[in-house]
């Protein structure tokens, strides 16, 4: 069915704290935002008009980091 605007924030980073999504704690939504920040990686979610959502992960390759960091 898709993600709610709980579990959409948490991804997002606009909530920092696990929720529970009636099924569970919302605990690998979190676990998924951490390892992303740990990692320097991003973590898109959207919720399609037709149901579910997408979720994109993009983690930096070594070369991005370092081109992230020259001046």
Do not use: C, K, M
């Not at 980073?13 to 929720?19: C, F, N, W």
């Not at 991003?42 to 390759?61: K, M, Q, Y």
């Amino acid at each position: 069915p898709g993600l709610g605007p709980q579990a959409l924030d948490l991804l997002s980073g606009r909530s920092t704290r696990p929720i529970s999504t009636g099924e569970g704690t919302g605990l690998g939504l979190w676990v998924t935002r951490r390892l992303a920040l740990e990692l320097h990686g991003t973590v898109e979610a959207d919720r399609s008009v037709l149901g579910g959502a997408a979720i994109t992960v993009h983690f930096p390759t070594q070369q991005e980091r370092i081109l992230n960091h020259a001046a």
